[in-house]
């Protein structure tokens, strides 16, 4: 019997060492989803619409889940999920921000954009870990996603 792979994961992150601590999260959670990295919005809207060096599926899934950053260069977090979420094609995707921030504000304008979970990182690297295993608990194994 094969095993479901999952959902693809598209994680959205500037940070080098948040995102290999995101990666490594993921892959120490022994879920077969694979997880695509980009850094910054342009580049995940570019991916989400498969233009740009993207362009012509060139082997790039749409993904089943987003972890979108706040705090990006070129297009911030809340624009690419307010583009996510106004496009009928793609609100169907979940995103969970998953951010340093823990400001109301941006917590709040999250979620009236359309964010599905918003989840701070911790500090420390072992809080970081086990948030990211539940965040992917839930989204990939709990969760029923629609079909992509």
């Known amino acids: 019997m094969e095993r479901n792979r999952g959902p693809n994961i598209l994680l959205v992150e500037d940070n080098p060492d948040h995102a290999e601590l995101t990666l490594r999260a993921l892959r120490d959670g022994n879920m077969l ?3 695509f990295w980009v850094k910054d919005g342009e580049e995940a809207l570019d991916f989400l619409y ?5 362009a012509n599926g060139a082997g790039v899934p749409r993904p089943g889940l987003v972890l979108l950053d706040i705090k990006l260069p ?4 809340h624009e690419v999920l307010r583009q ?3 496009d009928e094609a793609l609100r ?3 995103v969970v ?3 340093t921030s823990e400001r109301e504000d941006e917590v709040a304008e999250a979620y009236r954009a359309g964010a599905n979970s918003f989840v701070s990182k911790p500090v420390r690297f072992s809080d970081f870990v ?3 295993k539940s965040v992917q608990l839930y989204w990939v194994l709990t969760n029923l996603l629609p079909e992509a």
């Not at 070129?74 to 977090?77: A, C, F, Q, S």
């Open 97 to 99: 921000m998953l951010t």
């Open 130 to 132: 086990q948030k990211v």
């Open 33 to 35: 989803n694979e997880v």
């Open 50 to 54: 498969q233009r740009g060096r993207y």
């Open 74 to 77: 070129k297009i911030d977090g």
């Open 92 to 94: 169907p995707i979940p």
């Open 84 to 86: 996510i979420k106004i």
